[in-house]
């Protein structure tokens, strides 16, 4: 019986080991290139662009491959201003790709940026040059298949870390271009109120002459 037991005791020294042994490992987070090809955005181009125009835009959610998807928070805020209004807030989404992608409406009428507040406190902008740690926190693509549609991705870790820029991912559609009022030359404004001036002097000057007497 002595001599069993050392036996026994590697066999349930074994049985208890066999649940690490055999854990699957966690499978690895997409690239940002595997997520496009997933959510059908097969025909892109990366652009060098940082802000966006005016107008009324359509912002979707897709997808959050970041361990702070729970507390991100994107934005916009107006280019050269600090205010900054949440478009989808932390518990919005959910890690991976979104259960449906969220959309949402938004109305800039001015030259705007994106920005992902985490809970680190840190700001990181479609802007680079607004990063605190002076790192690239986001990649713009052009969908070529809908020339309306900016495809935004994120990187959420100081420093840039991973850099695969698929902590948050969005997409921004411009549905109505701010109204622009056409300049008209200040020469074409001058000759109509000169114009306008005589008109009405000569309509004033019929109107109000005196009738001539004549004496008979
Ligand atoms: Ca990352
Ligand atoms: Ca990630």
Known sequence: MRKLFPGIFIVVLSLLCIPYVIAPEAAPEPSLMEIFNHLGFTNVAEADVETFLPGIYEVTLYAEFAGYNEENELGYYEVGTSTYNVI????????????????????????????????????????????????????????????????????????????????????????????????????????????????????????????QIVDF
């Not at 990649?139 to 900016?150: A, G, K, T």
Request: with cysteine.
């Open 88 to 211: 989808f807030y932390g518990l919005e989404g959910n890690f991976g790709y979104t259960d449906a992608p969220i959309t949402k409406e938004i109305d800039a009428p001015y030259v705007f940026g994106l920005s992902l507040h985490t809970p680190e406190d840190h700001r990181y902008f479609t802007q680079h040059s607004n990063n605190g740690d002076g790192e690239q926190h986001s990649i713009v693509y052009e969908n070529l298949n809908d020339p309306l549609m900016y495809i935004v991705g994120f990187e959420n870790i100081w420093g840039a870390e991973d850099r695969d820029y698929q902590d948050i991912v969005i997409s921004l559609k411009l549905k109505t271009p701010e109204q622009v009022i056409p300049e008209v030359p200040f020469g074409t404004i001058l000759i109509a109120a000169t114009m306008l001036i005589a008109f009405v002097c000569f309509v004033a000057y019929k109107r109000f002459r005196r009738p």
